[in-house]
């Protein structure tokens, strides 16, 4: 009908189909073009105002901007492809090689529309609770490379022109090549189930990984790695698989349980060791932490060795006596359980460790009631600033090897020596 009007004008009918063709392309571009807009511009405003105004959460995190402006793309795609036949009737390699455009772009489109859903469903995931110990984020991965391993495939089959399900098959004879192409998303999404199953790790747990110098809350796990986020705000990004293969530590059930253990000892000079004399009990007895305990200590001692007390000239050796490390260790133990910041149910000790030749190792074991690291350090440092302060109190030494400052004062001492 177009021919005929245009050879009205006076154009021969080659000129008039050919002008009549590009017409008809025309009018297919601009109507492509003016649905795109109204799906983008009035369907999706639409949706969107729709969305917005329900209470809940999960159609605004669904039906998100992304997915809805990539689904407008299928509009101007359907459009092509059923125009195509129409305007070029008689030219079938010219309508096919259109409508074969169409569906590629279809597909694409598809496959897009497809990864933009599932990146929706993890976001509303991520909303519950449990996202935190049971995340999604690799099994979203994986089904991701499926689509797009199939929509890769769609394609293949419309640009040849057979059946998708022969060029699946065919895959088979590649399945060596996959494997090593998709190596590590295999062994992540592997570690992925082990680790979800078997809860070892999850987000925001803090974790320890020496190997990746790695120490920190963990930020992010997905198919293929975890990111740590350290404690210099640094990020670490190490394999999924490394922490089925590798050790790490995980600190999150210290967290939970409320307590974080301080396990430090104090070395002791032996040479500092000794009985303690008369002036030294009375100088005990003088604080109120182990008063009671010299007093009891005392009347056990007595009691033990048949005597109302022990004369001064008597051998050491001859029945118990009292001892300034074992006083000192009461002393910690009465200080650290009166301590506000130290917790007295889990395991608490106070114990001498096998001598070496740094001197008597006094250990203090023993949790902490607050976990958070800078308290934990600060507590710490509270606890062993007195220790280290109140331990000349009780007549003993902390060994330290020699230093310079040490040989300086005893080459002055042998200077100021009469005779030398």
């Known amino acids: 009908m177009i021919q005929n009007w245009l050879t009205g004008f006076g154009l021969n009918d080659g000129n008039a189909l050919v002008v009549e063709k590009a017409l008809l392309v025309l009018g297919a571009i601009l109507l492509s073009i003016v649905g795109y807009l109204i799906a983008k511009n009035i369907l999706i405003s639409v949706i969107r105002r729709i969305v917005t105004r329900t209470k809940a959460r999960w159609d605004d995190i669904v039906f998100s901007e992304g997915l809805l402006r990539r689904l ?28 074969r455009a169409a569906l590629i772009y279809v597909a694409l489109i598809s496959v897009l529309s497809i990864d933009a859903f599932l990146i929706s469903i993890n976001e509303l995931y991520e909303t519950l609770s449990v996202s935190r110990s049971r995340p999604i984020k690799g099994y979203i991965q994986l089904v991701e490379i499926f689509v797009y391993i199939i929509g890769g495939v769609l394609v293949i089959a419309t640009v040849i022109g057979k059946s998708a399900v022969g060029i699946l098959s065919g895959i088979g004879a590649l399945t060596a090549v996959l494997l090593l192409v998709f190596r590590d998303s295999l062994l992540g999404l592997v570690a992925s189930i082990q680790l979800s199953a078997n809860k070892m790790v999850q987000i925001g747990d803090w974790v320890e990984i020496p190997k990746f110098n790695a120490n920190g809350f963990v930020a992010e796990i997905n198919l293929q790695t975890i990111k740590v986020k350290n404690f210099d705000n640094t990020i670490t990004s190490l394999p999924s698989y490394s922490l089925i293969s590798e050790s790490f530590k995980n600190w999150s059930a210290m967290q939970r349980a409320g307590g974080r253990r301080i396990e430090r000892s104090i070395l002791i000079d032996i040479n500092s060791i000794r009985f303690c004399t008369p002036e030294m009990i009375e100088r005990y007895r003088k604080i109120s932490l182990i008063r009671d305990y010299v007093d009891s200590k005392l009347s056990e001692i007595e009691e033990h060795n048949g005597l109302p007390k022990i004369e001064a000239t008597e051998h050491p050796a001859n029945g118990r006596r009292l001892t300034n490390i074992g006083t000192f260790r009461a002393y910690i133990t009465a200080y650290l359980k009166n301590h506000p910041q130290v917790r007295l149910d889990p395991d608490f000790l106070i114990r001498q460790l096998e001598p070496s030749e740094h001197g008597l190792p006094l250990q203090i074991y023993v949790f902490s009631s607050d976990t958070r690291w800078s308290a934990y350090e600060a507590l710490q440092a509270d606890i062993f600033d007195h220790l280290l302060s109140i331990i000349p109190e009780f007549d003993l030494a902390v060994y330290q090897n020699p230093s310079g400052r040490d040989v300086r004062r005893l080459f002055d001492k042998l200077r100021e020596t009469p005779g030398q």
């Open 72 to 99: 407008a793309h299928f509009i101007p795609a359907l459009i092509i492809f059923f125009s195509a036949p129409a305007i070029f009737p008689h030219t079938g390699i010219v309508s096919l090689i259109i409508q």
